[in-house]
């Protein structure tokens, strides 16, 4: 299985993801990914009994800090390598083991990049500045940077009052999408989407009003009309002298809300035209490390728009596993780690599924198939397919999801039943209506 690939097993990984998500595969993958591989996987998560957790490949979890400001991540993660460190074997010289961490969501990505310097050398990290991090994570900045460089983006406004956002949405044409800059500066609990498509002016200003509590711009993009293989992305890896050996493009099939979320069923395909504006982003940035690209074909030209530009492990990043293990997780440790990161070989036609939210696709739009012949060399590729949450190797974290995505469900349907009845009880009695003459062939025959 890694014949060509050779870890130093005796580095560590913590992963660290600040967002409070327990149905977060990405960091699912990441931990059985580098597991698998012999190397010491170490993860700070929203809670120590997340379906996360219970994976054979974790050693031990930390919760994550109370506030996600960088100073208490750095603290944290320093007290966890003291851990980590008194239960390792000492080194032949004496020296303490670095430790290298993994950011899996953008706001400990961009913390990391901040305190880079103070992290250093104890944690490895790739060469990244948050104002680096910055031009592609916010997405106001995306699309500024798309302009720049002249790669296709969706038309984009960013307005400065509820007066001038109406009148913007109304040039970009109902319904638009409607995305805060900074989406990682959202209040947990406040009913907020970092995305949202909005179909009328007034949604436009009320969304507009929540600026303050949103923290971030709000931005109005022009929709590029869904379909059938037009939603496309590309996971890599981009290595400390700015090469990209491990990447690759693949397509959804499934996502979740449809048409418009994360992927939900996804699939190893070649498309030279996506590959090739990636790799001519990231010279273009210099950018180095793990992303997640996503794109859309505009059918009316052809060009594939760039819509999002993740700076870390997208979460379905194991789509890209090829023949010997080797993907962008296990690139970048084998990267930071001095050791030769081998070629990696395109296995199309594999597929990725998110047993939990294809389910939910399925059942939304459950006649949709994709095209079998879509997209380049797909033709006598390998099916075979990877599950987020299934493995036969460490079973516990798909039966704690099970467990945790049906209480999900239950109160969410709770929650929707009693704003049905609160609907009920508050809405005004209905008019009365005048007395009906009774009709003749019910009135009493006299005796």
């Known amino acids: 299985m890694l014949r060509r690939q050779s870890f130093d097993t005796s580095v560590p990984t913590v992963l660290v993801r600040i967002d409070r998500n327990p149905f977060h595969h990405g960091t699912l993958g990441a931990a059985r990914s580098l597991g698998r591989a012999g190397i010491p996987v170490h993860a700070v998560i929203e809670?120590?009994?997340s379906p996360v957790a219970r994976s054979r490949y974790l050693r031990s979890t930390r919760a994550t800090p109370g506030t996600t400001t960088a100073t208490e991540l750095t603290a944290l993660l320093h007290r966890y390598a003291d851990e980590i460190e008194g239960e390792s074997a000492p080194t032949p010289?004496?020296?303490?083991t670095p430790v290298l961490v993994l950011?899996?969501?953008?706001?400990?990505?961009?913390?990391?990049?901040?305190?880079?310097?103070?992290?250093?050398?104890?944690?490895?990290?790739?060469?990244q500045t948050e104002e680096q991090l910055l031009r592609v994570a916010d997405k106001a900045a995306l699309a500024e940077t798309c302009a720049s460089l002249g790669l296709p983006h969706p038309r984009t406004e960013l307005p400065d009052g509820s007066?001038?956002?109406?009148?913007?949405?109304w040039s970009l044409g109902l319904p638009v999408v409607a995305k805060w800059?900074?989406?990682?500066?959202?209040?947990?609990g406040g009913g907020l989407r970092s995305t949202s498509i909005v179909r009328s002016l007034a949604e436009v200003r009320e969304l507009y009003a929540r600026s303050p509590e949103a923290g971030s711009r709000l931005l109005l993009q022009e929709l590029l009309p869904a379909g059938r293989d037009l939603d496309w992305f590309f996971h890599g890896y981009v290595d400390a002298d700015g090469g990209c050996t491990t990447g690759a493009t693949g397509r959804k099939e499934r996502s979740w809300p449809d048409g418009a979320g994360l992927t939900a069923v996804g699939r190893w395909t070649a498309n030279p035209a996506v590959e090739r504006t990636a790799r001519e982003l990231f010279a273009a940035l210099g950018y180095r490390g793990v992303c997640d690209l996503d794109f859309r074909m505009n059918r009316s030209t052809g060009a594939y728009h760039l819509l999002d530009f993740n700076p870390r492990p997208g979460a379905q990043f194991r789509l890209f596993a090829d023949a010997d293990g080797l993907d962008v997780v296990r690139a970048l440790h084998l990267d930071l780690t001095g050791r030769p990161v081998p070629p990696h070989s395109p296995a199309y036609g594999r597929r990725f599924v998110v047993e939990n939210y294809a389910a939910l696709?399925?059942?939304?739009?459950?006649?949709?198939?994709?095209?079998?012949?879509?997209?380049?060399?797909?033709?006598?590729?390998?099916?075979?397919?990877?599950?987020?949450?299934?493995?036969?190797?460490?079973?516990?974290?798909?039966?704690?999801m099970g467990l945790a995505w049906l209480g999900h469900l239950l109160r969410r349907a709770v929650a929707s039943a009693r704003r049905f009845l609160g609907s009920l009880r508050t809405r005004p009695p209905l008019p009365p209506t005048a007395p009906q003459a009774r009709s003749s062939s019910h009135q009493l025959t006299p005796r």
């Open 103 to 127: 950011p899996l969501d953008d706001v400990s990505a961009l913390a990391l990049a901040r305190r880079r310097a103070e992290l250093s050398p104890r944690f490895l990290l790739p060469e």
């Open 181 to 188: 800059s900074r989406p990682w500066l959202l209040p947990a």
């Open 163 to 169: 007066d001038e956002a109406a009148a913007m949405a």
């Open 47 to 49: 809670s120590s009994t």
């Open 93 to 96: 010289d004496g020296s303490s």
């Open 361 to 400: 696709s399925l059942l939304t739009s459950p006649r949709r198939r994709p095209a079998d012949g879509a997209g380049a060399g797909s033709e006598g590729a390998s099916r075979r397919a990877e599950y987020a949450w299934c493995a036969a190797d460490d079973p516990a974290p798909a039966f704690a």
